[in-house]
């Protein structure tokens, strides 16, 4: 749904994309401000996560102005400079770390000092991508973009699953003035498939019989398969019983596709097998690599972002079909930055000629082209 | 100069080759060898024959390469550029004028009779160029700066450079520095010829000293019946028009617009109700720079920040010439475009084309006028005008309440609309698909292909509205599956999707619940499936632009008539889509591609389905282009060109192959067999792949391993190829939404609420200058950065004085607080910039990327009293260095404290603080006493308030200060006032004042501050000085050799002196009788003591003797009873033993 302008301010309704508008309302300098959040639930107004986020937006910046109103149905967000920085964050068990990582992911090169945050909280949730996941795919992406590592690390020092949580996590990450435009228009064939099983407090066997039903299902693939098993124990376990797995399948250009699977949450009632997970996990790597692209489809969005921040250059890029998530964003971006994306749907040639012999469909490939907006990153001190 | 070479092509020298004078030649070049050394003989003998020299050759060599290279930048240049902008600047009554006239003459052969604004014109077939005079107002001078490709710089001769030539040379050194290239005239006024011969020669070296060395300098010799030289301007055009160019950062980085034309579209009624009122301006110009964003706000120089309401392109006004082969431009090719200046006949406008007449008067004139009668004519003329437009305007809004009357009629309406855009959209050129109709029909195509999807849905989503959660899952999947039918809708696919639906429908009615996983794996693998126009279903909404708020409240509309007309609610199309909003709205937000749905994945290991995988791994089949064999095949395809599998021989085995029919055997099996043109497209890469390593035509002087530098450039030179080759077959309509507006293209922008003063005082010697503002450089922030005092400005610039800083396109005054940087990047406040070393500045004023050269003015009044006072108004210039939203800007401050009590090392002290709540701030803190005795402050005493106690190092005095140094925080004042000298009246735009300094209101209204007392003069009245007396010490008296003794001992009486003391005593003089009695008494006396003396010292003696015997005695004594003692112990002791055994 498209916002109405008041004025150059920005005016949304609901609470969905509730973290999109925030982040873009921040890299742009646009105040923003959100109206009808959950106005007709019975528990109306922000949640305790979404009020943490604004929370880390506002440890992670400088002179940003928030107003809530009195049913904290209704937010203005007035965003200040990124200052990045020693930040340290607890964030909401509610969502999983990844919600909160994935924006500071997205902030980090453009702040004043080099982000190094640590995040504590829930490291595996079902609603949002787990750190191993930012770690295996998303980390390689911002490397793309930034091209020389200098200090980009997120290290996991311990696990927590929901519901308490009890993780942390390190983030670093290096300030650029502005971003190489990117070309990605080849992705390569999967050439291994690496994976971590992770079991806090719970038996270690767990661990490994996951390991076997993926191992099963991989296999038939590719014989390069290689699963670490994580067994932590005492505080590095977190504080609530939990089991999963995520799987990563690297191609030979650097992209990186990965699956997750995890238990459910302790208590629930339901009881998962540590077989139907693992293959639970592999079948979704498979879908994943079925629907290829340069990125994993969950960080479609990041791809985007950063495309559109560029120079004032051509990037183009090659992803599998766009998810809902992804159409949101780019809508944003439009609106945001007024940046708009052209988007193609790619046939390649010599495959189709395959498929007539032997009813192959590859999924559809998408291409995005867009011309960077020049962003430069504004909060940087030059000597 | 190799651009002077490019046009003196004369016939070069021809040597002779043979006859008696090349004879002689040969014999004058011939060496003689008996004379010469080894080393010359036979060079190569000695090539190297110092390993150091050789190093240091091959150092230099590097050196000189390196000094070379330039970071490769990516071309930006479009294909088609917009005319270069060359800006005639100089003092006034040099001859700008005459030399823009001349200069049009030479180019298109015709004269311009008043040369107002920016003046376009084809200058050869591939060049265009604007010329703009820039009148002698520093704010001018300062936005000409900022746009001018090229600039004439005119100086007159026989006066020399002014100040303002070297006021606008350090403009463009701050801004980016254009080409400049010097013109001096009136070089007739100087009549010697040395004269003029060392005038030429200084000025020329002055010149280059401030652009750089070897800069060009034109002499134009002079005036011959008010014209300049023909072949002078000639060449001068020749030059022009062979210039290149370096792009500049910052315009590299914004687009920006000279505007060329100005248009006032306020409805006429309006203006006559109030004159004021404010006004719709629309400015016409080609863009430049980078591409122009739609939505992107800008800042007009001398008006502030704007946003652009409505952004169009036009046809080119002054387009170049076809590009039909052929050496010289037409006569009608050499076009010129100047409205302001009231030619170039043809104006075209967003849907009309406006032919000028001669002698018909322009729409200011009629501004202008002042006549009744005039007045009321011309209202009839223009409300017909108006009423069209109303007509055009009540035509729409009739259109769209119709729809709230009668919705069946606009449905129809829609599907006609709907058509007829089908059948145009191909043939709409890009300027119609940005007017308002079309992107209202693109709405309802939109809308309505909601509406078509969602039929199916009706009974679900009303009936089952209660069941929250489960709802939400269902529409999440009906989502799905409305994405691909909204896509294929123009083809058949679609309609059998739709069918199929309605059927599975059906079947849902009564239990969708338990096919929900099922539903869900549907629109998985639905979504799978190629979708083709992404475009739309992605953008589909935003077409609607503006219109989203007046189609809202229609809706709301529609709701309240229907809910009116019966007892149940119908629901409509559009309260459907508001609904399946509404239930997004609140959503979970979630990246993940299923992202609250879960369907049952695909089953990828059964055989069926693992053949759709298995060539994703590199263990799969590569397709053709990668894989070994198949280009093997190819290569061995293209050998085969000249001898297709012909016979050869392996000369190792001696075996003999003989073609084979291979291409029956291969070629009908085969699909990937290579025809002839793939392997000449193959041919061609390899060519090309060949040139690009090989190949370095622009600098092939550059050798050696410079493999970076090489792979940089050929980065760039990528980058920018498929920079213009990406959009270049794409319709333009959405190549102007992906791209923006490139530069080049002419366009239209709309601004709405412009102040009115813009067009009433509308000046067309002042150029508009409309600069795109990046992103948050809109915003307003601190801004830090190194500034300088100007070395030629005559006064040093104090903190909070306001100053007119010119940054980025804005020109702003606002208050500054200088700083310095110490060794821990404290920022300490300054009160006055220093002398001749930059010094951080800190003021509030947009948002401007990090680099941004800036300079600083006081005033840009041209009062010309005050421009004589100061000499050169450039005040200092600086760079951006951070930007922030806060500041920390500190100052020293000294707190003073007395001992209020003193103890050992602990001190009581008062007078530093006011109350006991600060001195608990400053508990902890550092302290030290005049004499350098440190200590700290412990804890404030609740007596006298404010005092606290505090321990040294060492016992202080009563008499010392105690210090305490700490840092005050500065604010930097929130001001910022752009300056808007475009407003102004049109004989004052050059006198915009505002805020004055404290000194300036000071001195205007007379006031003058009461001086310090402190600082001021008294008479000074010194007390003589009195000493105690000196006081010698007996015992020193005593050591001192006699003539340092103390003479007498003068026992002071009150009120006498020395003389009256002496004259009161008697002498006193003994008769002989008395003086024989006294003499015996004498003798007596000294008998007397003499006896005294000897009876003395014999009862001391014997009073030893005796003592001495006492000692004796007593110590007899002691000895003995020692004895006593010893022999009682002893016995005792015998006792003592006798009766231990016994007990």
């Not at chain 1, 799987?247 to 139907?276: H, M, N, Q, R």
């Not at chain 2, 109709?437 to 909601?450: L, M, T």
Request: some cysteine; hydrophobic content about 35%.
């Amino acid at each position: 749904m498209p916002a109405t302008i008041h004025n150059d301010l920005l005016v949304y309704k609901g609470s969905n994309f509730f973290r999109q508008r925030l982040l873009l309302a921040t890299l742009s300098g646009r105040a923003i401000k959100i109206e009808d959040i959950r106005s007709t639930h019975d528990d109306p107004g922000l949640r305790e996560y979404e009020v943490s986020l604004i929370r880390l937006l506002d440890k992670v910046t400088n002179g940003t102005r928030v107003e809530l109103s009195q049913t904290g149905t209704s937010v203005y967000y007035q965003p200040g400079i990124l200052v990045g920085g020693q930040v340290t964050h607890n964030c909401s068990t509610q969502r999983g770390i990844g919600y909160y990582l994935e924006i500071l992911l997205a902030l980090g090169p453009f702040c004043k000092e080099p982000m190094n945050a640590v995040l504590q909280g829930v490291t595996h949730s079902a609603l949002d991508v787990s750190v191993d996941k930012i770690k295996a795919a998303a980390l390689p992406l911002l490397l793309k973009f930034i091209l020389v590592d200098d200090g980009l690390e997120l290290k996991v020092v311990r696990r927590g699953a929901p519901p308490l949580g009890g993780g942390e996590v390190v983030f670093k990450c290096p300030v650029r003035r502005h971003l190489r435009p990117l070309q990605w228009t080849k992705w390569g064939r999967v050439k291994r498939i690496r994976g971590v099983v992770y079991a806090l407090r719970v038996s270690p066997t767990m661990a490994n019989r996951v390991v076997d039903a993926a191992k099963g299902v991989m296999l038939n693939f590719i014989p390069d398969v290689y699963i670490n098993t994580d067994q932590c124990r005492g505080s590095n376990a977190g504080k609530s019983p939990g089991f999963g797995v995520s799987l990563v399948a690297e191609t030979d250009d650097k992209t990186f596709y990965c699956a997750e699977a995890k238990s459910t949450v302790a208590g629930a009632g339901e009881i998962t097998l540590p077989e139907d997970l693992g293959r639970e996990c592999a079948q979704r790597l498979l879908d994943e690599i079925y629907r290829g692209g340069a990125v994993d489809s969950c960080f479609q969005w990041l791809l985007a972002l950063w495309m559109a921040l560029g120079q004032k250059d051509v990037s183009e890029c090659i992803v599998g079909p766009l998810s809902d998530y992804t159409i949101t964003f780019l809508q944003h971006l439009k609106e945001f930055f007024g940046v708009m994306f052209k988007l193609e749907v790619q046939r390649s040639g010599s495959d189709d000629e395959d498929s007539d012999d032997e009813g192959v469909t590859p999924a559809s490939k998408i291409k995005m082209t867009c011309v960077g907006i020049g962003y430069v990153n504004i909060s940087k001190r030059t000597l | 100069m190799a651009d002077e070479s490019a046009f003196d092509k004369k016939k070069s020298h021809r040597a002779k080759q043979a006859g008696r004078k090349a004879e002689k030649k040969k014999n004058k070049n011939k060496v003689d060898q008996s004379n010469l050394s080894a080393r010359q003989r036979n060079p190569k003998a000695f090539a190297i024959q110092s390993a150091v020299r050789a190093e240091r050759q091959f150092r230099r060599r590097e050196d000189v390469i390196s000094k070379k290279q330039h970071i490769p930048q990516v071309d930006k240049t479009p294909l088609e550029p917009p005319p270069i902008v060359v800006a005639i600047v100089g003092p006034p009554r040099v001859g700008k004028t005459t030399l823009i006239n001349n200069l049009i003459r030479s180019f298109i052969k015709t004269n311009v009779t008043s040369t107002n604004g920016p003046i376009t014109i084809v200058t050869s077939k591939k060049r265009r160029i604007t010329l703009i005079e820039c009148n002698n107002d520093v704010n001018s001078m300062i936005d000409i700066a900022k746009c001018a490709d090229l600039v004439l710089l005119l100086c007159d001769a026989s006066f020399g450079f002014e100040m303002e030539i070297f006021e606008f040379l350090n403009i463009c050194q701050v801004h980016g520095m254009p080409k400049i290239m010097g013109v001096l005239t009136h070089l007739d006024m100087i009549k010697n010829a040395k004269t003029l011969k060392t005038t030429k020669k200084t000025l020329k070296h002055r010149f280059w000293t401030e652009v750089y060395s070897g800069a060009k300098l034109f002499y134009l010799s002079g005036i011959v019946h008010g014209e300049y030289l023909r072949n002078e301007i000639k060449n001068l055009s020749r030059f022009i028009s062979v210039m290149k160019f370096r792009p500049l950062s910052w315009r590299m980085t914004h687009a920006y617009v000279l505007a060329d034309r100005l248009e006032d579209i306020t409805s006429q009624d309006l203006i006559r109700k109030d004159p004021k009122v404010n006004r719709d301006v629309v400015l016409y110009g080609y863009v430049r720079g980078v591409p122009l964003m739609k939505d992107s706000s800008v800042h007009i120089a001398g008006v502030g920040d704007m946003k652009i309401s409505e952004l169009s392109y036009l046809p080119d006004p002054c387009p170049l010439p076809s590009n039909e082969k052929k050496r010289h431009l037409m006569e009608r090719e050499r076009q010129i475009y100047a409205p302001f200046s009231g030619v170039g006949g043809i104006v075209y406008d967003k849907d009309a084309v406006y032919i000028e007449l001669q002698g018909s008067h322009s729409h200011k004139k009629e501004d202008e006028e002042t006549n009744e009668k005039k007045t009321l004519l011309k209202n009839v003329v223009e409300t017909k005008e108006t009423v069209d437009e109303q007509m055009q305007e009540s035509g729409f809004k009739l259109f769209s309440g119709g729809a709230v009357i009668y919705p069946d009629m606009i449905k129809d309406d829609e599907y006609l609309q709907q058509n007829k855009k089908a059948d145009s959209d191909d043939s709409d050129s890009g300027a119609e698909s940005d007017s308002d109709s079309d992107n209202d029909s693109g709405i309802d195509q939109s809308e309505k292909d909601d509406k078509k999807n969602k039929v199916p849905w009706d009974n679900n989503s009303d009936g089952d509205e209660s069941d929250a959660e489960d709802d939400d899952e269902k529409q999440g999947s009906s989502d799905e599956e409305t994405i691909p039918v909204d896509n294929d809708i123009s083809a058949d696919e679609g309609d059998t999707d739709t069918d199929d639906e309605i059927q599975t429908e059906e079947d849902f009615g009564s239990k969708w619940k338990e096919k929900l996983g099922e539903k869900a794996t549907e629109a998985y693998l639905e979504r799978q499936k190629t979708s083709k126009n992404i475009m739309k279903l992605v953008y589909g909404e935003f077409e609607i632009g503006n219109k989203t708020k007046d189609k809202k409240d229609e809706e709301s509309d529609d709701e309240e008539d229907e809910e009116l007309g019966g007892l149940f609610k119908k629901v409509t199309d559009t309260q459907k889509k508001k609904h399946k909003e509404k239930e997004r709205l609140d959503l979970e937000e979630c990246t993940f591609f299923y992202a609250l749905e879960k369907p049952n994945l695909r089953d990828w290991t059964s055989e069926a389905n693992k053949q759709f995988l298995i060539n994703n791994f590199v263990t799969g089949k590569r397709s053709a282009d990668e894989d070994a064999s198949e280009l093997l095949k190819l290569d061995d395809a293209s050998d085969g060109d000249e001898e297709v599998y012909g016979d050869f021989e392996d000369l190792e085995t001696g075996e003999k192959h003989v073609a084979e029919e291979t291409p029956q055997e291969t070629g009908g099996k085969r699909k990937a067999e290579p025809t002839k043109s793939e392997i000449l497209d193959k041919k061609m890469k390899l060519k090309a792949k060949f040139d690009s390593e090989y190949d370095n035509p622009d600098d092939h002087r550059i050798k050696g391993d410079h493999s970076y530098y090489e792979n940089l450039k050929a980065e760039a030179l990528k980058q920018s190829e498929l920079n213009k080759s990406v959009f270049e077959n794409l319709d333009n309509g959405l190549r102007i939404e992906v791209e923006g507006f490139r530069p080049g293209l002419y366009v239209r922008m709309l601004f709405k609420n412009m102040n009115s003063e813009f067009v009433t005082n509308f000046d067309p010697s002042y150029p508009i200058l409309i600069g795109a503002l990046n992103m948050a450089e809109q915003n307003i922030g601190f801004v830090s950065c190194k500034v300088k005092k100007h070395r030629w400005y005559k006064k040093i610039l104090k903190t909070n004085d306001p100053l007119i800083i010119s940054l980025g396109w804005r020109r702003f005054q606002t208050l500054p607080i200088y700083s310095k940087i110490e060794d821990d990047l404290k920022c300490r406040y300054l009160k006055y910039t220093p002398e001749h070393v930059t010094c951080n500045m800190h003021f509030y004023g947009p948002m401007t990327p990090q680099n941004t050269g800036f300079l600083a003015l006081q005033s840009v009044s041209n009062n010309t009293n005050e421009i004589k006072q100061v000499g050169f108004r450039i005040a200092a210039t600086g760079s951006v260095n951070e930007i922030n939203k806060s500041t920390q800007i500190v100052k020293k401050l000294k707190l003073v404290g007395t001992p209020l009590k003193i103890y050992k090392k602990t001190a009581f002290i008062k007078d530093m603080f006011t109350t006991t709540l600060e001195v608990a701030k400053f508990e902890g803190a550092r302290i030290k006493t005049v004499s350098g005795i440190r200590g700290q402050i412990k804890k404030a005493l609740n007596k006298p308030e404010g005092a606290f106690r505090a321990t040294f190092e060492d016992k202080i005095l009563m008499s010392d200060i105690i210090f305490c140094r700490t840092w005050f925080k500065v604010d930097v004042t929130k001001f910022y006032a752009p300056v808007v000298n475009m407003l102004l009246p049109v004989g004052a735009k050059n006198a915009w004042q505002g805020m004055k300094t404290k000194g300036q209101l000071k001195r205007e209204k007379n006031i003058k501050s009461d001086a310090n007392t402190d600082s001021m003069y008294t008479e000074v009245n010194r007390a003589p000085k009195v000493f105690k007396p000196l006081v010698i010490p007996k015992n020193l008296q005593k050591g001192l050799p006699y003539r340092f003794k103390p003479k007498e001992k003068t026992l002071k009486l009150p009120g006498k002196n020395n003389k009256d003391r002496f004259q009161n005593r008697i002498a006193v003089i003994k008769n002989p009788e008395e003086q024989k009695v006294s003499s015996v008494m004498k003798m007596l006396k000294t008998n007397y003591e003499k006896k005294k003396e000897v009876q003395k010292e014999a009862t001391a003696q014997r009073l030893e003797k005796h003592k001495k015997q006492m000692e004796l005695e007593e110590w007899r004594k002691l000895k003995r009873q020692k004895e006593l003692k010893k022999k009682i112990c002893r016995h005792l002791s015998k006792m003592g033993n006798k009766k231990k055994p016994q007990m």
